[in-house]
Nanobody, 131 residues
């Protein structure tokens, strides 16, 4: 069982930026493909970005169109942590941000597509974009 703890959510004005962190409690962190997901009030959870297993320098990264150019995903294997930096925040970026992960996916876009079957989830961190 892998447990994740997300942090970094906050109230922020439109146009601002945040860095979210997702720390995993596991000895097999480098084997995980990890994604960031968000759920806005009254809406279904959706994928935002993902990063493949393996070395941080060569891992594949994927961003959905709504955050492309505004988001950067990265990981620190020594810290067992994945980061998501979001800039140019918009009102529609508001939601609870979760990290989800699996050992079964190689490519992050596949992890984001198959999110309903992921084995491991964190509890989420709330991002509120408000003026």
């Amino acid at each position: 069982q892998v447990q994740f703890v997300e942090s970094g959510g906050d109230f922020v004005q439109p146009g601002g930026s945040l860095r979210l962190s997702c720390k995993a409690d596991t000895n097999h962190f480098s084997g995980l493909t990890i994604g960031w997901f968000r759920q806005a009030p009254g809406k279904e959870r959706e994928g935002v970005s993902g990063i493949s297993h393996g070395d941080a320098a060569t891992a594949s990264k994927y961003y959905v169109d709504s955050v492309k150019g505004r988001a950067t995903i990265s990981k620190d294997i020594g810290e067992n942590t994945v980061y998501l930096t979001l800039s140019g925040l918009k009102l529609e970026d508001t939601g609870v941000y979760y990290c989800g992960a699996s050992f079964r996916f190689g490519q992050p876009q596949n992890l984001l597509r198959e999110w309903r079957g992921l084995e491991f989830w964190g509890q989420g961190t709330l991002v509120t974009v408000t003026s």
